[in-house]
């Protein structure tokens, strides 16, 4: 990486080799700010505690992470964040150990994954970091952990209990035979020996589908209540356990922008005297953005805070279309209301915070060539050929995935660093 920023800083992202991924450092931090001070507005409209979670799987850097828990940006930053996989947290904090830093100590894996084959790295995790946490959402989890034993000796697993308040894709369903079947497993004697609950966990994937942050707001109630309700059940059913202790943690980037809606009377009173736990938001997407989230309402244009630099290769006057070099391995097949896989926006316009003027987006995608309409109405002049163009795209973490490394700049557009994902598994 040293490296690369020796050959780029201070280079112009339009001199930059394409297909590559920008990112607009104050953008970036703009967004991590604006999300912890949502967060800190609701702690003192409540006069609650309320945790900030950050999942770092859409850039998996140790620097995009530090930003996202504040370092440097905000005067009280968090240590708390999610991975999506086992490299991710590795990666992070082998780089805190090579330079010194000592940022985070609270690690939470988002896959409910307890099998062997997981169980293995994630002691090794543990003894690497404070906290490690991990989610079950079925009885054989906890059949796997005993089996499996303690992480450490001194040491239980600390577990979430993962609940689907709607999106099904992972988690167990409050009231249902299996949330039964999980919460009786979980005061067996030889559970509790290795294991302790300490969190309910939801997440509204299916808010991406929302088109409104008033819509965003209720499914944020609807997750708040989801875990409320579950540590009800919990009370009733595990007797010994001191609810009032569990972290109830709700999130994902559509709900938790929803707090941009600052003082919201029937959040408020909910938090403050309805709520059993602690609250923890969690969300990740939002330190980047994506037309997926600009899909949902909640966020403008130019808060997007990464691009596909691609270039024009060639043109097709009679059918109106450009070629570009940034195909399906550049920008994915994810979709969302704007049409397309990723829209155009000129390169000198695309470090601005204001409304972006659109032209075209990318109508087809094959391996390695993007093929780009104008936009119904707009009667735009083909580039020229070798024209740097920046393409918002559809879903960043996915997107982000494909690419090496990130090329981060300052708002005249010149590298100012390069960040290395931890990719893969
Ligand atoms: C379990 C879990 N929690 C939180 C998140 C973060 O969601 P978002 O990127 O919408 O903030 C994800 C994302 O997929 C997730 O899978």
């Known amino acids: 990486m040293s490296d690369l920023l020796s050959i780029y800083k201070g280079v112009h992202f339009k001199e930059l080799p394409t297909p590559s991924f920008v990112i607009n450092e104050r953008k970036f931090n703009e967004n991590c700010i604006m999300m912890l001070e949502n967060v800190e507005e609701l702690r003192s409209a409540t006069g609650k505690n309320v945790k900030f979670r950050a999942h770092i799987k859409t850039h998996k850097t140790a620097k995009g992470t530090f930003k996202q828990l504040g370092v440097g940006l905000v005067n009280n930053p968090t240590d708390s964040i999610l991975i999506s ?20 100590k609270d690690i939470c894996f988002s896959l409910p994954a307890c099998i062997p084959e997981y169980l293995e790295s994630l002691v090794a995790l543990s003894k690497m970091v404070d906290h490690l946490r991990i989610f079950v959402d079925c009885k054989e989890h906890l ?34 035979k299996e949330f039964r079947q999980t919460l009786s497993r979980l005061s067996d004697p030889e559970v509790l020996e290795v294991v302790q609950l300490y969190g309910i966990y939801a997440h509204a994937g299916h808010s991406y589908s929302l088109t409104s942050i008033i819509d965003s707001h209720k499914l944020l109630m609807d997750e708040i209540q989801a875990v409320n309700e579950a540590a009800v059940e919990i009370k009733k059913q595990l007797e010994s356990l001191d609810v009032s202790k569990l972290v109830l943690s709700v999130g994902a980037t559509p709900t938790s922008n929803s707090l941009r809606i600052r003082d919201e009377p029937l959040l408020i009173d909910f938090v403050q005297n309805k709520l059993i736990g602690t609250l923890e938001i969690h969300c990740g997407n939002y330190c980047l953005y994506d037309l997926q989230q600009l899909s949902t309402g909640c966020i403008k244009d130019y808060e997007i805070a990464g691009f596909v630099l691609g270039s024009v290769v060639s043109h097709y006057e009679e059918r109106n279309e450009i070629l570009t070099n940034t195909g399906v391995m550049a920008l994915t097949r994810e979709t969302s209301k704007y ?85 893969k598994w």
């Not at 996989?85 to 985070?104: I, N, P, R, S």
Request: hydrophobic share 35%; glycine share 8%; with cysteine.
């Open 85 to 104: 996989t086992v490299k991710e947290a590795q990666g992070l904090l082998d780089y805190e150990d090579k330079t010194g830093k000592d940022y985070v």
């Open 339 to 423: 049409k397309g896989h990723g829209v155009c926006v000129k390169a000198n316009e695309v470090l601005d915070s204001k409304p972006y003027n659109i032209d075209w987006y990318v109508d087809r995608v094959s391996q390695e060539h993007g093929i780009l309409k104008p936009c119904e109405g707009s009667t735009t002049e083909h580039f020229a050929l070798g024209t740097k163009i920046a393409i918002l795209p559809q879903h960043a973490c996915i997107v982000m995935a494909q690419f090496p490394y990130y090329f981060v700049v300052d708002d005249n557009g010149m590298v100012t660093d390069v960040w290395l994902p931890f990719q």
């Open 143 to 176: 059949d796997n952990l005993v089996k499996f034993g303690r992480p450490q000796e001194t040491k239980k697993w600390s577990v979430f209990l993962k609940i689907d308040m709607g999106t099904r894709r992972a988690g167990v369903v409050c009231h249902s």
